[in-house]
């Protein structure tokens, strides 16, 4: 209603810090709620100010779905939007809601929220309630990781940031179970991908070089072969680079050299020919990450022996996954939980 939401906000947050000076300046945290009815000025008002800095993308999809709820009149009244306000910086953000108010501010009708002020002490303690606060859309491995300006700090993408995640989250099942995206908090997720991402890029740097079709370029990112490439590049960075780069790069290479097999295989894995997609599903049955697994380590070790490769047999696929010159999968598996608390 012309911004009485921001000055009801501002209101509040004089009463927040005369409170924190005054009377407890070691409390972290105080809250305030208050009922409000949010119109398009105020929403318009409260995303141009107090929008987060690492805000993730929206989602116009998302927004559209909200948008028909509120036009058709059943967008449940009373939600929660949450606001932060920062003591040490003075910086009051929008944690929770974005969606909703740009919704709102679309369809321009009025809509009733809960607001909950908090105040925090530190940048550290929002971003991380921004990374693990999911109450409208669901936040992704890439958004709770955006949270942290990680991209920045690592110079790596988002998207290469969630994969790298996914590569250690396939590590630690053994490649044999789906990793459940709710296993770690964003802080967590962060040290992880921190702990290897050095080791991740000698990969991805290679990768960026690669002439594939770009289609098939993303499928070489993918959670599984970025995994076995973390493993390689981390217990024989030398040789790993020898291998990757004839993987991706195989001029001079012969039919059955091991390279050029587990090229030929990644890429036909990817392949829109259904045919070739039943062939694949015949011979890894259907499961196809520990598969994929095991078809890379298989390749690398044959390359490590100077061994040509002609074919992975299907007894393969019963045994462990061992890449020669790594040490156990138990080892490489507490490498990536000495990341953990």
């Known amino acids: 209603m012309n911004g009485e939401l921001n000055d009801r906000l501002l209101e509040y947050v004089n009463l927040i810090k005369e ?27 409260i995303i141009e100010k107090y929008t987060y800095s690492n805000q993730r993308a929206i989602s116009n999809r998302h927004v559209a779905l909200l948008e028909n709820e509120m036009n058709n009149g059943r967008f449940v009244q009373g939600t929660q939007i949450r606001f932060e306000f920062n003591l040490k910086t003075n910086e009051l953000v929008l944690v929770d809601g974005y969606h909703r108010l740009n919704a709102v501010m679309r369809t321009g009708a009025t809509q009733i929220f809960v607001v909950l002020l908090v105040s925090v002490n530190s940048l550290q303690t929002l971003q991380h309630h921004y990374a693990n606060i999911d109450r409208g859309k669901q936040r992704t491995v890439a958004d709770q990781l955006l949270a942290y300006d990680t991209s920045n700090n690592l110079s790596l993408s988002n998207n290469e940031l969630a994969h790298i995640n996914s590569a250690c989250n396939r590590i630690l099942t053994g490649f044999y179970k789906s990793p459940s995206r709710h296993a770690l908090s964003g802080l967590a997720m962060l040290r992880q991908v921190e702990l290897v991402a050095d080791t991740a890029k000698l990969y991805l740097e290679l990768l960026k070089k690669a002439t594939f079709a770009q289609g098939v370029k993303r499928k070489f990112i993918s959670g599984t072969i ?15 680079s020898v291998f990757w780069s004839q993987v991706l790069f195989p001029e001079k290479i012969s039919l059955h050299d091991p390279t050029f097999f587990l090229r030929e295989f990644l890429v036909s894995l990817h392949s829109n020919d259904t045919e070739i997609k ?10 196809i990450a520990p598969r994929v697994a095991i078809t890379i380590a298989t390749s ?42």
């Open 278 to 287: 039943g062939v694949i599903k015949s011979v890894t049955g259907g499961v």
């Open 226 to 240: 970025l995994a076995c490439a973390i493993i390689t590049f981390r217990y024989q960075p030398l040789k790993a």
């Open 300 to 341: 690398w070790n044959c390359f490590m022996k100077n061994k040509k490769l002609k074919q992975v047999h299907r007894s393969y696929y019963e045994q462990d996954i061992v890449f020669d010159g790594c040490p156990s999968f138990s080892e490489i598996q507490a490498w990536i939980l000495s990341s953990r608390p």
């Open 19 to 45: 409170d924190y000076i005054k009377h407890n300046a070691n409390e972290d945290e105080f809250y305030i709620n208050f009922q409000f009815a949010v119109d398009a000025s105020d929403a318009q008002i």
